[in-house]
């Protein structure tokens, strides 16, 4: 590792012409001006965002040696792009940016600050979803206990996206495996929870800094494909062998992946993951009880009367989405 550099920004580059120039100006306009590397995984994007990349490099002399650009001969999806990036990483921290959305001028300084005091593991700050026509702040309940961070991290009550989350490099080594390759989908949440367990000192910068755009139709949360639900499982498998290794319990997060792919996959499919969820013992963790006769009546609609337990996640899960922005 360089003695120097603090901060590695790993940045995946795929179909991003339109975006990335917005992104790498925000990242080459940081206050910080030493100790930061910007890490770009080109994974064999189609389009012309490497020259637009290398256009913004040029208008920015002083950052050259700070940019590593790193191409892949196949396409590896996010999952890939982001162990390319980790492994070329030297920084004593890491934070990921999509090369769609953008970040305030001083996003990783003051991150970096708040790091130091206490020398954190972990580093989160709160940010903004940006629409075509509207921008709105989504401030995260995040506390510093970790137990409960935790909790909240397994129970989907904070976004699993890891741009506004700094972590020591060498938590994401500890993880075998970090991200998995493959899964695209739910990548980052494949790795959260089992990052903030790993993470005993927590820190907070109690202000939005990341932009997260949702103007991309080629961005992976932006359409559904039939591999997802695939990889949905894997991510759920990973996290709760890991959190059932370490004695915590990990439903919940099972039960939002089971939702996603449910409301996503026609009625053949549903019914395949429903036995393979039932067969994991996942489904015997739900407390009926809680139902009422709205969520049942629309458990019959949906569901011919069965599993009324999905008609209460859908109810829930819909406030949730909007609240916390879960992916």
Not at 132 to 150: A, R
């Amino acid at each position: 590792m360089k003695a120097d550099t603090l901060l590695s920004v790993l940045i995946p580059v795929y179909g991003v012409e339109k975006y990335i120039e917005r992104c790498a100006e925000s990242l080459f306009s940081q206050t910080i001006t030493e100790g930061i590397e910007f890490i770009f995984v080109d994974d064999k994007t189609p389009d012309g965002s490497l020259a637009v990349l290398q256009s913004v490099i040029d208008r920015y002399p002083d950052r050259k040696t700070q940019v590593k650009i790193i191409h892949h001969e196949t396409n590896q999806g996010l999952a890939g792009s982001r162990i390319t990036g980790l492994r070329h990483a030297s920084g004593k921290y890491v934070i990921m940016c999509d090369s769609d959305d953008w970040v305030e001028s001083d996003m990783y300084a003051l991150m970096l600050d708040a790091a130091a005091e206490s020398d954190a593991d972990m580093v989160l700050c709160h940010y903004f979803v940006n629409y075509p026509d509207s921008e709105k702040v989504f401030s995260q309940t995040f506390t510093t206990e970790h137990d409960e961070l935790l909790r909240r991290a397994i129970d989907g009550e904070i976004h699993c996206g890891l741009w506004n989350k700094m972590v020591k490099r060498e938590i994401y080594e500890k993880l075998q495996p970090s991200f998995i390759p493959g899964v695209n989908m739910w990548e980052d949440v494949s790795v959260l929870p089992r990052l903030v367990h790993l993470s005993e000192v927590i820190a907070i910068v109690d202000k939005p800094l990341y932009h997260y755009a949702q103007m991309n139709p080629q961005a992976y949360t932006q359409k559904w494909n039939k591999k997802y639900s695939e990889q949905i499982c894997k991510a759920i498998e990973v996290n709760v062998d890991y959190f059932k290794a370490n004695g915590i319990n990990a439903d919940k997060l099972a039960q939002r992946g089971l939702l996603s792919i449910l409301m996503n996959e026609s009625d053949d499919s549903r019914r395949r993951y429903l036995r393979m969820f039932r067969e994991r013992g996942l489904l015997d963790k739900i407390d009926y009880s809680s139902m009422n006769v709205y969520r049942k009546l629309l458990s019959r609609i949906l569901f011919g009367g069965r599993f009324f337990f999905l008609a209460d996640m859908i109810m829930r899960s819909k406030a949730m989405l909007r609240k916390y922005k879960i992916c």
